[in-house]
C-alpha cells in the first residue's frame, strides 16, 4: 500500500542555517505529493506540493522537488529562521486521501 | 473565511463517557475529513464525507467511534464509550474537491484527554 518515510526528529538549526528534511514515499501509480506544516497548537497548513515527476513546489522560501527516480521529496531551506519552527509532515494523495509520514520537529535557535 | 471550525478546543473527560467532538467546514467545500493524529500511530484519516455522506469509514478503530454530517455546515465525531487509549488531538478537514489543485484546510483540532 502506499506509505511516506520522513527522517525522525527533532531537527535542531541554528538561525540561517540550511534545512532539508527527507521524505520518501511508496505508491502505486503516480500520487501528488505535499508537505505540510503544523504550528504550535494549531492545524496543518499546507506549504507546497508537486503534482508530477520533476515538478518542483516553493512557497516561503521552502523547496521541494518529486524525484520519481529515487521516489522522494525531500524539503530544503537555505536559511531559516525562529519562526520556521514547527513539525513538518510529508504527505501523499492516494484516491484523494492524504497519508501522512510520522513529521518532523524542526526547532531554530536564535 | 473563518476557515475550518472545532470545538471544543480541548475536552477532558473520564472512561466511560460520551465525547462529542464538533466540527464546521469552510462553505462550499464538498468533501470533509476527520483524522486523529497521536505519537504513536501519527496522523490518521478516521472517516469522510462527500455533500455529506459518509465516503469510506475504515479508519475508524471500532464501534465505539462513529461520526455523522447532517448537514453541508456540521459534522460530528461521537466516541462512546471512551477510553484512556483515545486521548489523542483530532482534527477536522475540509475541502473543495479531490483533484490535486484542491486543499485541504485543518481546523485547530480538538485536544482530547480520557482519565
Known amino acids: 500500500g502506499n506509505s511516506v518515510t520522513q527522517m525522525e526528529g527533532p531537527v535542531t538549526l541554528s538561525e540561517e542555517a540550511f534545512l532539508t528534511i527527507n521524505c520518501t514515499y511508496t505508491?502505486?501509480?503516480?500520487?501528488?505529493l505535499f508537505w505540510y506544516v503544523q504550528y504550535p497548537g494549531e492545524g496543518l497548513q499546507l506549504l507546497l506540493k508537486?503534482?508530477?515527476?520533476?515538478d518542483k513546489g516553493s512557497n516561503k522560501g521552502f523547496e521541494a522537488t518529486y524525484r520519481k527516480e529515487t521516489t522522494s521529496f525531500h524539503l530544503e531551506k537555505g536559511s531559516v529562521q525562529v519562526s520556521d519552527s514547527a513539525v513538518y509532515f510529508c504527505?501523499?494523495?492516494?484516491?484523494?486521501?492524504?497519508?501522512f509520514g510520522q513529521g518532523t520537529e524542526l526547532s531554530v535557535k536564535p | 473565511d473563518a476557515g475550518v471550525i472545532q470545538s471544543p478546543r480541548h475536552e477532558v473527560t473520564e472512561m466511560g463517557q460520551e465525547v462529542t467532538l464538533r466540527c464546521k467546514p469552510i462553505?462550499?467545500?464538498?468533501?470533509l475529513f476527520w483524522y486523529r493524529q497521536t505519537m504513536m500511530r501519527g496522523l490518521e484519516l478516521l472517516i469522510y464525507f462527500n455533500n455529506n455522506v459518509p465516503i469510506d469509514d475504515s479508519g475508524m478503530p471500532e464501534d465505539r467511534f462513529s461520526a455523522k454530517m447532517p448537514n453541508a455546515s456540521f459534522s460530528t465525531l461521537k466516541i462512546q464509550p471512551s477510553e484512556p487509549r483515545d486521548s489523542a488531538v483530532y482534527f477536522c478537514?475540509?475541502?473543495?474537491?479531490?483533484?490535486?489543485?484542491?486543499?485541504?484546510?485543518f481546523g485547530p483540532g480538538t485536544r482530547l484527554t480520557v482519565l
Open positions: 508537486a503534482t508530477k515527476a520533476d
Open positions: 478537514a475540509s475541502t473543495r474537491g479531490l483533484a490535486v489543485s484542491d486543499t485541504q484546510y
Open positions: 462553505s462550499g467545500h464538498d468533501y
Open positions: 505508491a502505486t501509480g503516480y500520487p501528488s
Open positions: 504527505a501523499l494523495s492516494g484516491g484523494g486521501k492524504l497519508i
